[in-house]
Nanobody, 113 residues
Framework: QVQLVESGGGLVQAGGSLRLSCVAS????????VGWYRQAPGKAREFVAS???????NYIDAVRGRFTISGDDAKNTVYLQMNSLKPEDTAIYYCHLIGSANWGPGTQVTVSS
């Protein structure tokens, strides 16, 4: 059974940084594309970034240059380093095994102005 668990969210002031983690069990991230998504209040869930072993990461324009997705195969963990955070980055952030029905429960990120 595949499980994804996010952590690292919190409250931060605009301009600050957070690092989100997504730990997987039941599957190796070495063979699976993984994405970070977010959902702000009253809005649809949106793609943020993705990574697949051996390929370049993908980002939406709104976070490119500020967020970095990376993986640690030994820890079966994918990270999302978020710098220069803005109030519009406030959302619940989810880890997703792309192409599957597997999502983590999410972690709240709140950026105050």
């Amino acid at each position: 059974q595949v499980q994804l668990v996010e952590s690292g969210g919190g409250l931060v002031q605009a301009g600050g940084s957070l690092r989100l983690s997504c730990v997987a069990s039941g599957i190796s991230f070495r063979i699976a594309p993984v994405g970070w998504y977010r959902q702000a209040p009253g809005k649809a869930r949106e793609f943020v970034a993705s990574i697949t072993s051996g390929t370049r990461p993908n980002y939406i324009d709104a976070v490119r240059g500020r967020f970095t997705i990376s993986g640690d195969d030994a820890k079966n963990t994918v990270y999302l380093q978020m710098n220069s955070l803005k109030p519009e980055d406030t959302a619940i952030y989810y880890c997703h095994l792309i192409g599957s029905a597997n999502w983590g429960p999410g972690t709240q990120v709140t950026v105050s102005s």
